[in-house]
């Protein structure tokens, strides 16, 4: 099986985590396993990796990518569960954590899974192949106004109402069961004279791939678990390939660095919470000129590092 993937902001995200060469560092989307033999390689035989990841293709590749280190343990699982998954290995705290929330090169290229826009395949989308929601059960079962909220906030799409209402039309007369019946219907909705901003098919496909997988509920709950488990000064690092993403990130993470919810106006502190995080990077890290050249997808990638205090 070839599992190609580029490993996006690499050299960005080793110097992000600050790496103890005795520590434990949890790779919450273990993918092709590029970000993980890079963290591996600065481990001694005391550190240890937990490599996660809720795709087992991605988990075999992996495996034989880092099958001569010793000291790695494989979780199929959704990050969601970190707490769990930290609980169930006996890991109390760790030292650093990665996680990298874009599609791998191999789902996009493994047609049947149905992540691409540019291939024919039945609509599916599911980075965990046991689960039995897929992206057919979202453009063929969802109402419209459900459609156009999901196209609208996850899409960031201005024509999600007219996609929305052609999916429900197009669906009335038979099923949309394909990925290129979809892009038709898409691309029939949206005016030629904006075709040309890149595919017609990206926004909304990346709002049906989050809806289907629950990015973004997971995405907010897995940063606040995650904090929650680090050892003091022990970092983490997320990888965000779309704006709302990263919105998420960059509010979460200044929550974290000032929890406090009293009004402006009060002298002092009443309500108690305390800042778990330090921001390490105000704005985003991104790809250098030189990354860009080598690998598109590096385009639209973002880092943002925290450090627990």
């Given amino acids: 099986m070839n599992f190609k993937h580029i490993s996006v902001l690499l050299d960005e995200v080793i110097d992000g985590l600050d790496i103890k060469e005795d520590g434990i560092y949890v ?20 550190g240890r990796l937990i490599g996660i990841d809720q795709d087992t293709n991605a988990l075999k590749a992996a495996g034989e990518k880092l099958k001569d280190f010793k000291n790695v343990t494989y979780v199929h699982d959704n990050f969601y569960n970190i707490e769990e998954i930290l609980e ?7 030292d650093g954590i990665l996680m ?12 049947e899974r149905g992540f ?6 039945p609509l599916d989308m599911r980075m965990n192949r046991e689960n039995d929601f897929s992206a057919y059960d979202v453009v063929n079962g969802y109402e419209e106004k459900e459609l156009y909220r999901i196209i609208k906030e996850y899409g960031e799409e201005k024509f999600a109402k007219r996609i929305a ?21 898409i691309r029939n909705s949206i005016p030629a004279k904006f075709r040309r901003e890149g595919h017609p098919a990206k926004r909304t496909f990346q709002a049906i791939r989050i809806e289907v997988n629950r990015e973004l509920y997971i995405l907010d709950k897995a940063i606040e678990d995650g904090v929650n488990r680090l050892n003091t000064n022990g970092r983490i690092a997320i990888i965000t390939f779309h704006s709302l993403e990263d919105r998420i990130v960059k509010n979460k993470f200044n929550q974290l660095q000032n929890p406090c919810t009293c009004p402006k106006d009060f002298p002092v502190c009443v309500c108690g919470k ?6 390490i990077n105000r704005k985003p890290i991104v790809a250098s000129e030189e990354e860009l050249q080598n690998n598109s997808r590096s385009k639209s990638a973002k880092l943002r590092v925290g450090e627990k205090v």
């Fill in 88 to 94: 169930g290995l006996s890991i109390e705290k760790v």
């Fill in 165 to 185: 209402f052609n999916i429900v039309k197009e669906r009335t007369e038979k099923p949309i069961e394909t990925t290129l019946q979809l892009v038709d219907v």
């Fill in 27 to 46: 790779d919450c989307t273990l993918g092709g396993g590029g970000h993980s033999i890079e963290i591996l390689n600065r481990l001694s035989p005391k």
């Fill in 116 to 121: 691409s826009y540019m291939q024919d395949a």
């Fill in 274 to 279: 305390k800042q778990t995080l330090k921001v």
């Fill in 100 to 111: 990298d929330l874009g599609v791998s090169s191999h789902q996009l290229d493994e047609g």
